[in-house]
């Protein structure tokens, strides 16, 4: 759901060296960099033997994605500003810092 709304704020443009990209160039690379993440995610999610470091690391890249967001809030491509990008990205690092500390 959240990467749906990051091609809808456009967020290849805060990445150094993809802001130089057209928006239709940057929307290709942005999209097709995703696909093997969600294959690492399904294949681990799926056929992990030890389930427990990678939903940590999950958790962990959760909190630093916040941090990231918080970073670039003043960046002058930043379009996240909507509460419902918020609630996601928030609510996401929030569950993860609630999941490691349980």
């Known amino acids: 759901m959240y990467k ?3 091609i ?4 290849w443009r805060l990445f150094p060296g993809l802001s130089m990209l057209s928006n239709k ?5 942005f999209l097709f960099a995703h696909i093997p993440l969600f294959f690492i995610v399904y294949r681990q999610l799926t056929h992990s033997t030890n ?4 939903i940590r690391g999950c958790n962990i890249f959760m909190m630093a994605h916040l941090g ?4 670039f809030l003043p960046h ?3 379009l996240f500003k909507a509460w419902i ?3 996601i990205i928030a609510g ?4 993860g810092f609630i999941a490691l500390l349980l």
Do not use: P, Q, T
């Not at 809808?8 to 967020?11: A, D, H, L, P």
């Not at 160039?25 to 690379?29: A, D, E, K, N, R």
């Not at 389930?51 to 990678?54: A, E, L, Q, R, T």
């Open 4 to 6: 749906m709304d990051a």
């Open 8 to 11: 809808r704020c456009k967020e």
């Open 25 to 29: 160039l940057g929307y290709i690379v």
């Open 51 to 54: 389930i427990v470091y990678f």
């Open 68 to 71: 990231l967001h918080i970073f």
């Open 76 to 78: 002058k491509n930043n």
């Open 85 to 87: 990008s918020w609630a």
């Open 92 to 95: 996401a690092g929030f569950c």
